[in-house]
C-alpha cells in the first residue's frame, strides 16, 4: 500500500526521465556537474526541478555535493548509485580532493544529439579506470511535493548492480546499460522509463533502510497511525475529512493520530490535505483544458469560487495563469 501513495504522489507531481551521459574515464579525472536548475531547460524541457543521478557501472570515485558544510565526500564501488533530488551542484572525481568546474557545453551537445546517451570520453589515451552512465529525472516541486521535501541532499545505494548486486534494481541497471549500447529502435523512450523505475527502486531501498527516529514523508508511511491517515487521505482526498473522523478511520486517537502526523511531517493532517488537493489540482491545470469547475470538483472543492480562492491562496497565483504558466513552460 505504501508503494500505492508513492505512485499517486509521482503520478501527480509528472515525474519524467532521461538517460543522457555515457562516460568513460581514466585517472586522474574530475566532472563537475552544476545546479540542476542551470541545466533543466537542456536535459528535461518544461521540467521545474531535475534531480541527477549516477550509476557506477565500472571502478571507483568518489562523490561530493559541493555546498561547504554538505558531507564528506563519499566513496562509490562498482555498482554503487548516487543520487542528489535536490539538484545541487557536485563533483565526481578519482580522488575526494579533485575539483573542476561545469562543462556546460556537454549539456548543450548532448540536448541537440540525434540520439541519447551522449558519450563522453576523459580518458585522453589512458586505460578506462571508471565508467559511469548520468541520468536525470524532472518532476514538479510546486505546489506542494511531499516526497522531495523528505529525501537528503545526497542518496548512496550500494552494490545495486554488477555481481555484489541483487534483487529488482540490479536488474533494472543491467537493463538500462544494455540499452545505452544498443540504441535500437524506441531507445529513447525505453531509457526514460527504466530512469524512473531505477529512481523508484533508490527511494525503495532508501525507505527500506531509514532509522527508527527518521522523521519526514517516508517514515510517516510506515509509522501504523499515520501510515493509515495517509494512505485515507490518498485514496480519497475529496472526502470532507475531519482530524477527529481521520482517526478514528486510522483507528488512533485524534490527540495521537495529531502529534504524531504534524512531528513526522512538519505540518497537520489538514494542511496535508490541503496541500495535496493543490498539488492534484496543478497536475490536473497543467494537462489539459480541464474546465476550473471539474478541477474544483475533482480535488474537494464545491464550487469553482472557492477553489480558485484557496489555489491562489496556496500558490500565489490564479487556476487560470497557473495553466498559462504551464503551457508556456512546455
Known amino acids: ?136 529525472l524532472g518532476c514538479d516541486v510546486a505546489p506542494f511535493n511531499p516526497l522531495i521535501t523528505s529525501l537528503p541532499r545526497v542518496m548512496h545505494i550500494p552494490n ?26 524506441g531507445s529513447g523512450g525505453v531509457l526514460s522509463k527504466l530512469s524512473e523505475l531505477i529512481f523508484i527502486e533508490v527511494i525503495r531501498r532508501y525507505a527500506e533502510a531509514l532509522p527508527p527516529d527518521a522523521g519526514g514523508w517516508l517514515a510517516g508511511l510506515r509509522d501504523v497511525g499515520v501510515g493509515r491517515a495517509l494512505r485515507l487521505l490518498h485514496a480519497e482526498p475529496v472526502r470532507d475529512w475531519t482530524v477527529a473522523g481521520l482517526a478514528r478511520e486510522a483507528g488512533v486517537s485524534r490527540t495521537v493520530l495529531a502529534e504524531r502526523f504534524t512531528r513526522l511531517l512538519g505540518m497537520p493532517p489538514m494542511t496535508y490535505l490541503a496541500n495535496w488537493r493543490m498539488q492534484r489540482a496543478a497536475a490536473l491545470l497543467s494537462a489539459g483544458p480541464m474546465p476550473l469547475s471539474q478541477v474544483a470538483d475533482e480535488v474537494g472543492y464545491e464550487s469553482e469560487a472557492s477553489f480558485s480562492r484557496a489555489f491562489k491562496r496556496g500558490t500565489g497565483v490564479s487556476p487560470g495563469r497557473w495553466r498559462k504558466n504551464a503551457i508556456a513552460g512546455r
Open 1 to 136: 500500500m505504501e508503494q500505492d501513495i508513492l505512485s499517486d504522489v509521482l503520478r501527480s507531481v509528472r515525474l519524467s526521465g532521461a538517460i543522457f551521459f555515457e562516460v568513460d574515464v581514466a585517472s586522474p579525472w574530475v566532472a563537475a556537474a552544476p545546479p540542476s536548475r542551470s541545466i533543466a531547460s537542456l536535459v528535461i524541457p518544461g521540467a521545474q526541478h531535475v534531480i541527477e543521478y549516477h550509476v557506477l557501472v565500472e571502478g571507483t570515485c568518489w562523490a561530493r555535493v559541493t555546498i561547504p558544510g554538505s558531507g564528506p565526500p563519499i566513496r562509490l564501488s562498482a555498482g554503487s548509485i548516487v543520487a542528489f533530488p535536490h539538484g545541487d551542484a557536485h563533483v565526481l572525481a578519482s580522488h575526494p580532493e579533485l575539483n573542476a568546474e561545469p562543462d556546460l557545453s556537454n549539456f548543450d551537445q548532448a540536448a541537440r544529439a540525434e540520439s541519447l546517451p551522449f558519450h563522453l570520453d576523459y580518458r585522453d589515451g589512458g586505460t578506462r579506470s571508471a565508467q559511469i552512465i548520468c541520468g536525470f
Open 160 to 185: 545495486g548492480y554488477g555481481s555484489s548486486g541483487d534483487g529488482f534494481l540490479s536488474h533494472l541497471i543491467c537493463a538500462t546499460v544494455r540499452e545505452t549500447h544498443a540504441k535500437g529502435v
